[in-house]
């Protein structure tokens, strides 16, 4: 006959191995899952441009105004984000000024071309992170500020 410690060992390594067993095939099929969320984003008003002298499956989401410039080919400046923690507060809409101030360091900005980019992180409970943007075209900053 087989003592307590014996028969808890064989039920304790059993369970461990039907865990390890059930999270490879949670792992596997994360690669035949493919998010695909969608966006749409529309710029209402601009206020104002200052000149300034100096582990759920969570969703973040932000966005950036992308341009280009003679030193970096790529720029950006964010000017909203925020997270969605489920799916029931997936579709949303907001109506505020911009989270963060878009600020002009001299006067290199003005009447210059811009994007619009959305840019979101699909945070899942397990597995890959994913990644994607909507690019918007077709801004363009003041040729004078206030």
């Given at each position: 006959?087989?003592?307590?410690?014996?028969?808890?060992?064989?039920?304790?390594?059993?369970?461990?191995?039907?865990?390890?067993?059930?999270?490879?095939?949670?792992?596997?099929?994360?690669?035949?899952?493919?998010?695909?969320?969608?966006?749409?984003?529309?710029?209402?008003?601009?206020?104002?441009?200052?000149?300034?002298?100096?582990?759920?499956?969570?969703?973040?989401?932000?966005?950036?105004?992308?341009?280009?410039?003679?030193?970096?080919?790529?720029?950006?400046?964010?000017?909203?984000?925020?997270?969605?923690?489920?799916?029931e507060h997936a579709k949303f809409g907001i109506h505020a000024t911009n989270k963060y101030?878009?600020?002009?360091?001299?006067?290199?900005?003005?009447?210059?071309?811009?994007?619009?980019?959305?840019?979101?992180?699909?945070?899942?409970?397990?597995?890959?992170?994913?990644?994607?943007?909507?690019?918007?075209?077709?801004?363009?900053?003041?040729e004078e500020y206030r």
């Open positions: 006959m087989h003592s307590f410690v014996y028969r808890a060992n064989a039920v304790l390594t059993f369970a461990v191995t039907v865990l390890a067993l059930m999270c490879a095939i949670a792992s596997f099929s994360d690669n035949l899952n493919s998010p695909s969320p969608s966006a749409d984003v529309q710029v209402l008003n601009i206020n104002w441009f200052q000149k300034s002298t100096q582990g759920n499956d969570e969703v973040f989401v932000f966005l950036a105004a992308e341009y280009e410039t003679p030193q970096n080919s790529l720029n950006q400046v964010s000017l909203w984000d925020g997270i969605i923690p489920s799916k101030r878009f600020t002009d360091q001299g006067s290199n900005l003005r009447g210059k071309q811009y994007n619009l980019t959305l840019h979101w992180h699909v945070m899942p409970k397990t597995g890959k992170m994913f990644a994607d943007k909507i690019v918007m075209t077709g801004f363009r900053l003041p």
